[in-house]
């Protein structure tokens, strides 16, 4: 299990719900602290915005992704200088965080962005399935001793292996959560492929995740279904608006159905222990049967097998001990009908 602030995260307890902002607020800190509202009336645990200095992070020559290129995006660089967030930014985000009662995620994309989350007091950091092998960022994360969220888009199975094993080489092996993700803007629902959840869970020895890029309201509630302890879901103030995410992103609306979908199952799926539950006591004792007398029976009477039957409700003699009835004497008169108890045999 790894804690998140005061929440506990991992098998056994509820999916811990991460409303993905990402870069949808546009550069205006009122739409960011308007996400963070969204996010908050949605019931998620945490709202995650992405960090970065753009001329750190990509050369100019940087193309964007085809699905950004539809948006109308020509380069990555110009089009992340218009998505940073100051530190004065986060700061004004962070306070909304905290009135709002939700908890504040980032994407750093480079040791400078760890550093600034740091400073501003983040209990979590979020690392992008872009780094998985960035050992720079990945040692400099590890190091801060907070937990870490690491999706795993794009990667074979051998590099997720080597990233695990480095951070568990520098000490964050026992505060690692992965993610499963599929790094397709959108992913259609065949290419989900939720059950990498539980094998990434089994590889790794890590709780584990899904970083949801379709666009659909149920595929939180089948991914936690599938394992998932942790959900990362991109949500929007608006799907038409330009921008690189808006149109692979849930509407506020959206964000709510997805939200109470996954509560929805983990209430369905339960605590997984067999046996008889609450909810079936009334049932099983008007439905189950006794063994009953199949006449009146007199006093004395040495019991056959004609003499019995087996009939609703429940609470005498159970019928799997019928047999046991056979040749044993009646004690009392038993009128017909009469639920047997073992105080009338002798």
Not at 24 to 45: I, M, P, T, Y
Not at 297 to 326: F, M, N, S, Y
Request: with cysteine; glycine share 10%; hydrophobic share 45%.
């Amino acid at each position: 299990m790894v804690r998140i602030g005061d929440r506990p995260v991992g098998p056994g307890h509820a999916a811990y719900i991460v409303a993905e902002a990402g870069v949808n607020h546009d550069g205006s800190v009122d739409k960011a602290l308007e996400l963070v509202d969204v996010a908050a009336r949605a019931g998620a645990d945490a709202v995650k915005f992405q960090v970065f200095r753009a001329a750190e992070l990509t050369t100019p020559s940087a193309a964007p992704a085809t699905y950004q290129q539809a948006a109308g995006v020509r380069s990555q660089r110009e089009m992340l200088a218009r998505l940073e967030l100051s530190d004065d930014a986060l700061r004004a985000i962070k306070a909304r965080c905290q009135q709002r009662e939700i908890e504040l995620l980032a994407t750093p994309f480079g040791v400078a962005d760890v550093e600034r989350l740091v400073r501003l007091g983040l209990r979590a950091i979020k690392i992008a399935s872009t780094d998985l092998n960035n050992l720079p960022l990945l040692r400099t994360a590890a190091e801060t001793g907070l937990p870490l969220v690491v999706s795993t888009g794009a990667a074979t199975a051998g590099e997720i292996g080597q990233a695990v094993g480095r951070l568990r080489d520098w000490g964050a092996g026992g505060r690692l959560v992965l993610l499963h993700c599929v790094s397709r803007y959108p992913t259609p629902i065949a290419g989900a492929n939720l059950r990498a959840i539980r094998a990434l869970e089994v590889a790794s020895g890590v709780p584990c995740g899904f970083s949801d890029h379709t666009v659909h309201t149920q595929t939180g509630a089948w991914a936690v279904a599938a394992g998932a302890c942790v959900l990362e879901k991109h949500f929007t103030l608006d799907r038409t608006a330009c921008g690189p995410d808006h149109a692979i992103s849930l509407s506020p609306r959206q964000l709510r159905s997805y939200v109470w979908a996954v509560r929805q199952v983990e209430a369905a799926l339960g605590s997984g222990r067999l046996g008889l539950s609450r909810e079936e006591r009334e049932v099983r004792a008007l439905a189950r049967r006794s063994v009953v007398a199949a006449a009146a029976i007199p006093a004395g009477t040495v019991l056959t097998a004609g003499l019995l039957a087996v009939k609703r409700p429940a609470g005498g003699i159970e019928p799997d001990r019928l047999d046991e009835l056979v040749g044993r004497r009646t004690t009392r008169d038993i009128p017909a009908d009469t639920i047997l108890t073992w105080d009338m045999i002798g």
